[in-house]
Each structure stands twice: as C-alpha cells, then as structure tokens.
Nanobody, 115 residues
Framework: QVQLVESGGGSVQAGGSLRISCVAS????????MGWFRQAPGQEREMVAL???????NLGNSVRGRFSISRDDAKNTIYLQMSSLRHEDTAMYYC?????????WGQGTQVTVAS
C-alpha cells in the first residue's frame, strides 16, 4: 500500500510565496514519477508540475517561471515552491505518484491566494 501525504498549504496574499510538500510512504520501492496537480471548484484537474527520479521536470504553462518542483529521493519527498502567487492559483493541490506502474493520489492540500 502507498500513502501520499501533503503538507504546507494555507492562505497567502497575492504576490506571496508558499512551499508545499508531499511524502510517499509504504510500498514505494518502485517509486517513479511524482508531481502536483490542482483543481479549483468547477474546474478540471490541471497538471502543475512533474518530476522524474533523475530530476527531470515539466511545469504547466500557467505556472512556468513562478513555480518550481524539486525532489529528495532519499526521503521520497517532493516539494513545490510557489512564488508570485495569483488569485487564480487558488485550488486544492494534489500529490501524484507512479508506483509499480500504478497511479496514486494524496488527499490534497488547500492553497488560497487572497487578491
């Protein structure tokens, strides 16, 4: 069984910064790609950032230049550093991971940006 636990969400003023984290635990011997998706009320889930075990990454168009993703393989943890936050970044942020070829999701952490 795989658990993904997010932390670090909260409320921040527009223009501010926030870092969220996700720890993978359980049967994660074959942990591969990890990343972040987000979903705002009434909208579809959107890819925010992905990172591979080797550190290669991909950022969604709406966050490129403002967000960065990093990974600590020793801790099975990924981080999303968010800067220059905008009201439209408000959403539930979900951690995602591929383990043994299967997708796994965390429960999500709320990020709210006050305009």
């Amino acid at each position: 069984q795989v658990q993904l636990v997010e932390s670090g969400g909260g409320s921040v003023q527009a223009g501010g910064s926030l870092r969220i984290s996700c720890v993978a635990s359980g049967s994660v011997e074959e942990l591969r790609d990890m990343g972040w998706f987000r979903q705002a009320p009434g909208q579809e889930r959107e890819m925010v950032a992905l990172v591979s075990p080797g550190g290669g990454y991909n950022l969604g168009n709406s966050v490129r230049g403002r967000f960065s993703i990093s990974r600590d393989d020793a801790k099975n943890t990924i981080y999303l550093q968010m800067s220059s936050l905008r009201h439209e970044d408000t959403a539930m942020y979900y951690c995602w991971a591929v383990v043994s070829g299967r997708d796994h999701w965390g429960q999500g952490t709320q990020v709210t940006v006050a305009s």
